[in-house]
Every structure is written in C-alpha cells, then in structure tokens.
C-alpha cells in the first residue's frame, strides 16, 4: 500500500522496531555460525545468543537460565501445556478461562476429548476472572491451570499474583500466556509464582518467528520439540540466532521505555477512547478499564457491523480489527465478548484499537474524524434503532 | 481480509437504492441481529404489477450490503412475476462472485424478497410458532424450505456448502444429519425429474480409482506440491471421493476450499460430474 498508514492493530502485531532490525543484520551474512559449533567461527555466537537470553531475563526478572527461545508463542503455550502434562500423567484434570487465546483454548479443547477433564472459569460483565470459581474447580487432580495475563481482545489484566498463589497453593502447575503484556506492564518473576510463561517477540517490536518459553528452575516439564541438545535439552533445533539477538534488543527497549510508554501510550488511548464514546451515536467501552493494557481499547458500536466499519477504515487507510462473526472467517462472533455477556447488537459491532509507541495524537484525530464519520454513515444504512440516530 | 471483487467493493462502497420507502406496496426482511446480519426490502409497484422503485437498509458486513445493492438494481423494473423466478445465484452472478463463505450473504437477499413477494400477494408471513417446528438449525434459526431451496437452486452437495450459504450447521453442529437428509432429499427429487444424461458414463469401481489416481497425478498434484502439500485417495463410494490431505495441506487452514474449489471440479471434469470430495484427517 502506498498511502500513509494508521497502524492501531498491535495486538496482532507490530512494526520492527529499527534498533532491532540495525541489531539483527550482523547475523545474517557476517556472523552467520552455529552457536554449536566448536570453532572459533561457531563459538562466538554463542556470547551473542547469552546475552539476548539475559536482556529477556531482564524484562520479566527471572534468571536467564529459564528462558528457552521457541519460534513463537503458540509453540511455547503447546510446549508449556502439553509439557506439564507429559510430566505427570496421572493428574487429568486441567483448568483454563473463557477467554484464552486460540494457542491455549484449542489446545485445552484438543486435551478435552482426550481423555482430560476441563474446567473453564467464567469472566464477569468486565471480562474479569471469577477467583471464587478458580477456587472451587481447583482440586487434587488437577495438573495444570492456563490463565492469560492479559486479553488480546480487552486488553483486561488478570490479577496474576493472586490467581498464582492460589493455584501454587493446591499443588498444581500455573502457566501464563503473558504474549499481550510482555513489554506492555510490569511483570516480576521473583515476586509472583507463575511457572511458565509465553512470550511472542513481534507483539513486542521483534520480528515474526521467535518467541520464548520460561521455565522455572525445578519445574519438571517434557520437551515438545526433541532432537539436538539445544537450549539445554529442552527445546531442539539449530538457534534461529538473528531473530534471538532482535529480540534480546526489542526486550531492552521495551524495558527501557515501558513506564513512559504506559504514560504516553496510554494517554493516547484515553483520548481516542473517550473522544469516541463521548461523540459517537452510540459507542460503548468493552472490558475492565480499571486493570487494562495501557495500549488497548474495545469500543462497541451499537447497530452496524464490524468488517464494514474495519473496510471503510482501511479506505482511509487506518488499521484496526474487529470481533465481528464476518470477519473470523467463523460464523459465530468474538468468544472474549461472547463469554463477557455482551450482547449481539454490541458484539457484531466491536473494534478494537490497539497502539504502540509509534502512533502520534494526529493519528488519534484521524482516526476519531473518520470513525464518527463511519459510523454515521452505516447508521444511515441500518434498519436498527432509526430512532436514536434523529435523535442524535 | 476477504477476497471481494471490484463489483463487490464498490456496491459496498456506494451502495444503490439505500433507504425507506413510505408506504410501500411491499416489504420483506430476512436475516437477524443475533445472526449479524439483518436485511429489510421494500417496494413500490405499480398497477400493472412492476416494481417502480427498491430500498434497502442493511445491517451487516460488506457483501452483505453489496448483495442487497445488486438485488435492488436486478428488480428494479421488473414484474413481480418474473423476480419471483430470481435466485441468489442471480444476485452472485450480478456481483461476478462472492468468496464461498460469503455466500450466505446472497441468500439473505433472495429470502428478503421472497418475503416481500408473498407480502405483495397478501400471504400472511409464517407465524414464528409455525416457523419454529421446520427450524433445522437452532443456533442460526435456519429453517428446512430454506436449506431445500439454496440446495437445488446452487445444487449443492455437502454439509460445508449449505453453511456457506445458509450459516446452517456452522454453530454446534448437531444438525449436521438433518442437513444431510434434506440434501439427499432433494438429490432425489433431481434423478427424478431430470432426464437421464446421455453421455453420462457408467465406470466400475476400479476404473474409477484408475481414472481419479491419473486425475491427481496430472492435474492436481503438481498444484498442491508447489505449496508442499499431496493428496491420497481414501476411499470411494459411489460418486463420494474421500481423500486425505498430507503435508503441508494437513495442517493448511484453507484445505476444504482447495477441495472444494479445485479438487472437485477437476475430478468432475475429468472423472465424473456427480463426484463430491470429502476430506478426512490423516
């Protein structure tokens, strides 16, 4: 596309960051070895792959010895589920939220009709996690709990520390998709018992194609790729080298900057937000805004639909998504929204407008300018609530 | 994103015949909220039966609003005898082709007019009691006259096909035997009516297996292995091919449409025209 872009889908993914790209291009033609190998051509690489382990060791505060470089997050959540279960078969029970992601959902319901019995837990109105229920389903069968930190569609924050403890607790395995808030919040692994957790390194200004799976020192977990006796046994397969060295440097920066990201960013969202639901017909707020990812908003627009509204956007060229049935490629409409117990005439309608550090407040009143145009002309197309809009 | 044509994009983009019309002789909807889509027609006609003038208004996504586009510009003008010989086909064929999975789209236009038809002639709209005891499809409220009519007008053949038309059978699935049985149904009533193809060739078993292997070998392995991808032959049963995808196509997210857009027409081509292809996973 040759026209200026609004890019506001970075939760799907994200720009490579330039610092990263400048980091990674040694890697492909000069310092091209094997860091298995044992020359001297071979050897040095190896120095290179430690330090990318420590720079991602550093953003989450674990030991770099726990980190294990995957080729994305849905390997990493494959390796950490069914990882866990392989090492103790005779727990079959396993315990997950409405509201995972694709990479941890489909998986569960794979486990379900074989032989596991799954306990779901329910989100609130707000997409918030019922602890009383988690609670309740937790028992001495139960192997593995796999609860998101964040939600890719919400951006809502489950309250990890508390959801570790008590899983900890009842002597099972925690396992966190932290894909959305890795580089986005704070998250302190000396501090909150979690045992796995996934990372994706291009929701995090990394390229497509790495991601990273920590494992807690002591924690018994079967390798899901087998082979050569890379990453110390527990992951096989030659080091994708320049990729691991990208996103060693994306975890630096988001490091780096994520306390005025979380301000800026977030300020940038807040101004979207209520710019929107304050001058829209109507335009409600989706998910929790008390415990979000500072880059996220879910707004609804009630009575029209959501791959419109993302076909007229990309017109003008703004990018977003939505959780609209026509725009899955299923027929049935955001599972997240769906589970939040919002209504049809809202769901159909959802958009979701993700940021990073690179959107500017003229992309916001862009954006703003042609949505409330937007959704004022697909009103004028709907045969639902005629009223309101003269009312308008 | 979808794969819209030109036609496609610019009815979504500037939409014919959006609107109301007051006092209209007739009016249709089709469609629902819960389902994501919602379309209500209504029509002026004249004295001597032909429609003067067409407005829509449309909730849903963008070849729902082209498909409604197109089904005003193809009735404008007409006699309502001669659009209640329309089909879905007509407004997908206006539009040069909708992505399969859009289909349903074209339907919910057709439906729409069919209930402005009966409203011109008086018939009183099926109450939703009566309507609830022929509903096939309870998640997506689909009834069995509207399965049976998109099946013989498309003249579709498997489960998958009366989704994309219908939505039918795409929630829970467990309608998924009482779809079967209505396409069946209508299969049934075609060997009936319609007259014995003379070139219609009566192959064995085995020549049949022949001819499909040699199919495959020509036709479509060259295809499938450019993306890494193979196909094998599981089993046949009449004119029902089941085949299993390996390599990359095992695991390919489009698979089913490669069957259905590429496999099954090359073995109609070059096997027989009544084959249907059925995937089953290695």
Redesign the interface.
């Known amino acids: 596309m040759s026209q200026n872009v609004v890019y506001t889908d970075n939760n799907a993914t994200t720009m490579v960051a330039p610092e990263v790209v400048e980091a990674m291009i040694p890697f492909f033609s000069q310092l091209y070895g094997n860091a298995s190998s044992m020359h001297f051509f071979g050897g040095q690489i190896k120095r290179h792959v430690d330090e990318a382990r420590a720079k991602v060791a550093a953003l989450i505060n674990a030991d770099p010895a726990e980190i294990i470089f995957t080729s994305c997050g849905t390997e990493s959540d494959n390796a950490a589920i069914r990882g866990i279960l392989a090492a103790q078969p005779e727990k079959r029970h396993i315990i997950t939220s409405r509201v995972e992601h694709p990479a941890v959902k489909n998986v569960f319901q794979h486990l379900g009709k074989n032989g596991y019995r799954v306990s779901e837990i329910s989100v609130d109105r707000l997409g918030r996690i019922d602890l009383d229920e988690l609670r309740e389903k937790l028992d001495s069968e139960t192997a593995l709990v796999s609860i998101m930190w964040a939600n890719n569609e919400t951006g809502v924050i489950f309250p990890i520390q508390e959801i570790a403890e008590l899983v900890k607790s009842r002597g099972a395995a925690f396992h966190t998709d932290a894909v959305q808030a890795a580089g986005k919040v704070k998250i302190d692994l000396q501090k909150m018992p979690v045992d796995l957790l996934s990372i994706s390194g291009h929701k995090l200004h990394a390229p497509k194609g790495i991601g990273v799976l920590y494992l807690r020192k002591g924690v018994h977990c079967v390798p899901f790729m087998m082979g050569g006796h890379q990453e110390s046994g527990r992951r096989a397969g030659t080091e994708n080298v320049p990729y691991i060295v990208g996103l060693g440097r994306a975890c630096e920066l988001a490091h780096q900057f994520m306390s005025v990201e979380q301000r800026e960013v977030a300020r940038l969202r807040d101004l979207l937000e209520s710019e929107l639901t304050e001058k829209a017909i109507d335009a409600t707020v989706n998910g929790d805004t008390e415990h979000r990812l500072p880059n996220t908003t879910n707004i609804s627009f009630k ?6 509204i ?3 956007l ?2 003008v060229g703004i990018a977003a998504s939505s959780g ?4 899955s ?5 955001s599972h997240v929204l769906r589970a939040m117990g919002i209504p ?2 809202r769901v ?1 309608g959802s958009v979701r407008f993700s940021l990073s550090r690179y959107n500017t407040a003229d992309d916001m009143h862009f954006i703003v300018q042609h949505m409330l145009r937007i959704e004022k002309r697909l009103r ?5 609530g005629r009223d309101e809009i003269n009312a308008h | ?2 794969d819209y044509n030109e036609k496609v ?1 610019e009815h ?2 500037n ?1 014919r015949n ?1 609107g109301e019309i007051k006092n209209a002789d007739a009016v249709g ?1 089709a469609g629902s ?8 027609l209504m029509l002026k006609v004249d004295d001597k039966g032909v429609i003067t003038d067409a407005k829509f ?6 070849s ?2 082209a498909s409604a586009s197109a089904l005003t510009e193809l009735i404008i003008g007409k006699s309502m005898d001669d659009v209640a010989k329309i089909t879905n086909k007509d407004i997908v064929d206006y539009l040069g082709g909708l992505p399969v ?2 289909m349903h789209c074209s339907v919910m236009g057709h439906e729409a007019l069919e209930a402005a038809v009966s409203n011109y002639y008086g018939e009183s709209p099926e109450t939703l009691e009566a309507k609830k005891k022929h509903v096939v499809c309870e998640c ?1 409220g689909v009834t069995d006259q509207e399965i049976i009519s998109v099946v013989r007008d498309n003249k579709l053949r498997t489960v998958e096909d009366v ?1 994309h038309y219908t ?1 039918a059978g ?2 829970c699935m467990s309608c998924h035997d009482k779809i079967r049985a209505l396409i069946e149904k209508v299969g049934g009533e075609d060997q009936k009516t319609a007259p014995p193809k003379p070139e219609a060739k009566k192959l064995t078993n085995l020549q049949k297996v022949k001819l499909i292997e040699e199919t495959f070998e020509k036709e479509i392995r060259p295809m499938l292995r450019a993306d890494g991808g193979d196909i094998e032959l599981i089993d046949i049963e009449g004119s029902r091919v089941t085949v299993s995808l390996r390599g990359m196509c095992s695991s390919c ?1 489009s698979a089913s449409i490669t069957l259905k857009k590429y496999v099954e027409p090359k073995l109609r081509e070059f096997v027989s025209d009544d084959i249907t292809v059925e995937e089953v996973k290695p």
């Open positions: 009575y029209i639909e959501g791959e419109s993302l076909m007229l990309s017109e609209s049935a026509c725009t490629g299923s027929l049935e409409p049809f005439t159909h004028d197309i709907s045969p639902f | 994103m979808w994009k979504f983009l939409p959006v909807e909220l819960a389902c994501g889509d919602q379309l209500k208004q449309t909730f849903g996504c963008g729902a609003i999975e859009k997506f989704t939505k795409g929630g997210t």
